[in-house]
Structures are given as C-alpha cells and as structure tokens.
C-alpha cells in the first residue's frame, strides 16, 4: 500500500535522498508537494517504507529546480534563485536601461522578477529574454506552461528493497489518475546520468528537455488517451487541440 508521509516522517527518511538531499521537509511537504511512502500490508504500522517518492503539481513541465519551485507554489513563497540565465542571449535589447525594457514589458507581461545574477523572471516563473524586437520575453521551452496545477512531477526517489521505487511510482500515479482529476500530464525531472535516462528510457518514457543539471522525461501517454482525460476534465465542452507528438497515445 501506499500513503502520504507527515511532514516528520519526511525529516526522518530524507537524509536517504541521494538526489536532492539539499532540499528540505518544509520544501517537500509545501502547498501543491506531497512525499509518498511504500508500506507492505504484511508490516506493522510503525515499520518504515520499502521505498519513498516526492511529487509536485505544477503548472508547467520544470526544466530545473527553481521551476519546479515556481511552477508547483501559487503564493509568491518560491525560495530557490534560478540559474544564471542572459537577457540578451538571443537578441539585443532596443532600451537604454533595464528598468526602460521592465517598463515597457509592464503591460503585457506583468511585474518581472530581476534577480542578482542577472536572470529575470515572469509571474509564471519563466526566464526572460529579448525576443527579435529587443522585447523582453519568455525564453523558448520544451513545453507551454498554464495557468492551473495540471502536471505531476515525480523530481526524487529513492528505494530500501529492490524494485520497490518503480511499484511506488506505478501506483501512485495510479492514485493520482483517479483523484486528481485535473492532472493530465505526468513528467520525472532527473538528473542528467546514463542510469537516468536508462531507466527511464527502457520504461517507455520519452525524453521532453535537457536544461542545466536536469533532464524532464514524459509519462503521459503511457496512462491513458490524453482526448479521453481531457473530456473527464472540461466535459463536453472540449474541442481537441492539436498537440505535440509525444503526448499522443502509443500504439504499442
């Protein structure tokens, strides 16, 4: 069986993250995270878990950790800075002075976030570039993000029994498949080793961005038609959209 860890139960398991042992219980137990623990039903109540999951519910797929940070909270609270990223690393800005181009984006974009290093951020957590017209703009991703908490993002596991960490992963995605209805999307944002991609690769996912330290993987379409879910979720009122090829169903 499966079951959702306390805040002190995660304290207690995530000096075996080996991971992202750096980040917190409070991080991993924030609105929209959750930890999940696999429990034999033949164990006593107090036994410890055979493996332990983290997933976040965001708004978009993350192509790093202060993604996932921005994208899974809706109360401003993110804490991790993100990586340095060049406003001009595309084009030139057509402004004198950032805070003319911050101006400008004001009315279209929102209020931007500039940090230290340089990077700027929107309301959705997205990095800012100039586009061709020397506009601030979201850079190029691997996906669109929303505005609703729709992906399942499984960012570390670890496991204390062998196979125990896919049997954990497996079921609650199956969990969140029949009580978190408006989730349609299921990624993994993982670090960028050959077992990684190995193992994911060798499951049926299919590889989304390599960003960074991170590399995202695609689940989706091994859980169901994706038409099929988006009618459970808008009802009769959706119109198909046309959608990338990886989130069509297989065939195999």
């Known amino acids: 069986m499966i079951r959702q860890l306390t805040?002190?139960?995660?304290?207690?398991?995530?000096?075996?993250?080996?991971?992202?042992?750096?980040?917190?219980?409070?991080?991993?137990?924030?609105?929209?995270?959750?930890?999940?623990?696999?429990?034999?039903?033949?164990?006593?109540d107090d036994a410890d878990p055979l493996a332990v999951v983290c997933v976040a519910y965001a708004h978009g797929v993350p192509e790093a950790e202060y993604e996932l940070d921005y994208f899974s909270l809706l109360d401003g609270t993110a804490t991790i800075e993100p990586l340095y990223f060049d406003p001009e690393q595309f084009h030139k800005s057509r402004f004198e002075t950032i805070d003319d181009a911050l101006e400008y984006a004001l009315e279209n974009q929102g209020k931007l976030e500039v940090f230290d290093n340089g990077t700027i951020l929107n309301r959705l957590g997205e990095?800012?570039?100039?586009d061709s017209q020397g506009n601030l703009a979201p850079a190029a991703r691997g996906s669109m993000t929303q505005f609703e908490q729709n992906?399942?993002?499984?960012?570390?596991?670890?496991?204390?029994?062998k196979g125990a960490g896919r049997t954990l992963i497996n079921t609650l995605s199956q969990h969140i498949l029949d009580n978190r209805k408006e989730i349609w999307r299921w990624v993994t944002l993982s670090p960028i080793t050959e077992m990684a991609e190995k193992f994911h690769i060798s499951n049926g996912a299919t590889l989304v961005s390599v960003y960074g330290q991170d590399q995202t993987f695609e689940y989706t379409h091994l859980f169901f038609d994706l038409e099929t879910r988006m009618k459970e979720i808008h009802g009769d009122d959706y119109v198909e959209p046309d959608v990338p090829e990886s989130l069509e169903k297989s065939d195999s």
């Open 7 to 44: 805040l002190e139960e995660t304290r207690t398991y995530i000096q075996d993250d080996s991971v992202r042992p750096h980040l917190s219980a409070e991080f991993r137990t924030q609105e929209n995270r959750e930890v999940w623990g696999l429990f034999s039903d033949e164990q006593p």
């Open 127 to 130: 990095s800012m570039v100039y």
């Open 151 to 161: 992906v399942a993002v499984f960012y570390t596991v670890w496991s204390y029994s």
